[in-house]
């Protein structure tokens, strides 16, 4: 993949690239232009959203349980917030806790395992999600408000064909 146009913008990764390219002359370095872009946006989009978590006192990880037990609109075993979120099962546990401590969550029997719990969503939890939700999205339209709605859409379903490919449930790897 060529790097940047004499007339695109440069980046932190075209930087990276050509220190690499200098460090190893010859070495196809093309995945990083978009690889290396990927994983910049996303710790960047991470500091920043962690931020307005931090300002609606909820981590990451708090809010990331939260807004799946929202949208599965159900109680969940413990095991499938595990996969879900692609967590550990003492990561899933001390999360189900800090919500439940919190009030946002609670635990049940599962009634098709007498010895399993599931995970459900008390009713101060939707009062308590929906302005941390609103927040977030501001700030995600800000971040991609540098793209025009052509951009932005072709984007996406140029980011969509790619985590399909590489998502174990849709057969990628």
């Not at 050509?18 to 991470?46: C, H, K, Y």
């Not at 595990?82 to 001390?94: C, D, V, W, Y």
């Amino acid at each position: 993949m060529p790097s940047a146009s004499p007339t695109a913008p440069t980046d932190y990764v075209d930087g990276v690239r050509s220190q690499w390219n200098r460090l190893f002359p010859g070495l196809d370095t093309g995945a990083v232009d978009i690889v290396g872009r990927i994983n910049r946006i996303s710790q960047i989009i991470q500091l920043r959203s962690d931020a307005v978590l931090a300002a609606n006192r909820i981590t990451r990880a708090e809010f990331d349980m939260l807004s799946l037990l929202a949208r599965a609109a159900r109680p969940m075993a413990p095991t499938e917030l595990a996969a879900e979120l692609l967590i550990s099962g003492p990561g899933t546990t001390k999360r189900i806790k800090k919500l439940v401590d919190a009030g946002l969550a609670e635990r049940e029997a599962n009634p098709l395992d007498g010895r399993g719990t599931l995970i459900r969503l008390t009713p101060h939890a939707a009062s308590v999600l929906r302005p941390i939700l609103e927040d977030v999205l501001r700030l995600e339209e800000s971040l991609i408000s540098a793209l025009d709605p052509a951009a932005a859409s072709a984007l996406a379903g140029h980011l969509r064909a790619l985590l399909s490919s590489l998502e174990p449930q849709s057969g990628g790897s």
